[in-house]
């Protein structure tokens, strides 16, 4: 098989499921990440032989069923970091990188924060502020022990020091104090299951993804109650946010007793950034 052979099974796999530009993103992922070959490398010798790959069928099979190109390849990347994912663990999004972006320039120059990262999922928001952030003590926690096991390879990957902990927030809570709580918590209500595409319904944990659609607040309430006994003074809640439900989350936290609330949006305009103080 040459290399545009290859390269062009994997895109018409691709394009079975995705549109045309995204195709083409996908392909060059896995391509690259999985095969071994990037786009350039087909381009200037396209006739070139590649190896016999053995596992190509179940690649392909798997394209086609709407696997996220994250999970085939293993990683994905993060602020320019890679990151382990497999399934049952979330992959990282954009939006959440905005919001690290921005804790990130807010306490850059600050050291000795205590850091908890709430519904860590592969640990890219703890890793990340923990190597940002100097000698920032980072707590991260999970419902998911899988999710952990990926949490803390990442860790180790990037050197950081963070303490991961089972913990099901609605259940009960982490012990200590802290100058930070940050978290992308589930926020999707079951109603919207309909508008979302296959390859996240197929694959994601859907714990990490979906609330009750009479409750979709249910994990901004939980933490921000906590918040109110574990930050300290002057102490910032971060969240990222369903889109929907901005201006709730802002009043939920002003009635819980936070200031300087603020809803930020995202790049394309969407509320999906929210951050509060305590007082």
């Known amino acids: 098989m040459t290399r545009r052979e290859l390269w062009n099974k994997v895109y018409d796999a691709a394009c079975s499921v995705y549109a045309e530009r995204e195709a083409r993103s996908y392909t060059a992922f896995v391509c690259e990440n999985r095969l ?18 053995e596992e190509l069928p179940q690649i392909l099979a798997a394209i086609r069923d709407h696997c996220p190109a994250q999970y085939i390849t293993g990683f994905a990347w993060f602020l320019d970091r890679k990151f382990a994912v497999r399934e049952g663990v979330l992959i990282p ?16 120059g ?3 924060l205590r850091v908890l990262d709430v519904g860590t999922g592969s640990g890219c928001i703890a ?23 990926v949490a803390r390879e990442n860790a180790r990957r990037h050197r950081v020091s963070v303490d991961f902990v089972r913990c099901d927030m609605l259940q009960e809570s982490p ?47 939980v933490i921000a109650e906590y918040g109110c006994r574990s930050l300290n003074p002057g102490g910032m809640l971060w969240f990222e946010l369903n889109e929907r439900y901005g201006s709730e989350v802002a009043s939920l936290l002003e009635q819980s007793g936070y200031s300087e609330v603020a809803v930020h949006d995202d790049m394309f305009g969407k509320q999906r950034m929210a951050e509060a103080v305590w007082r």
């Open 36 to 53: 071994g070959m990037r786009f350039t490398d087909v381009i200037v010798e396209p006739a070139a032989p590649c190896p016999d790959y």
């Open 93 to 108: 999004r954009p939006e959440t990188e905005e919001l690290v972006r921005m804790i990130s320039d807010r306490y850059k």
């Open 110 to 112: 600050r050291s000795g």
């Open 127 to 149: 890793v990340t502020l923990a190597a940002e952030l100097k000698q920032a003590e980072v707590v991260a926690v999970d419902v998911s022990e899988s999710a952990l096991e």
């Open 175 to 221: 012990s200590g104090y802290f100058d930070l709580i940050v978290s992308n918590p589930p926020y999707v209500t079951l109603q919207e299951k309909d508008e979302m595409r296959p390859n996240v319904l197929r694959y994601e944990p859907h714990r990490a993804l979906f609330v009750p659609d009479d409750d979709p607040l249910v994990f901004y309430r």
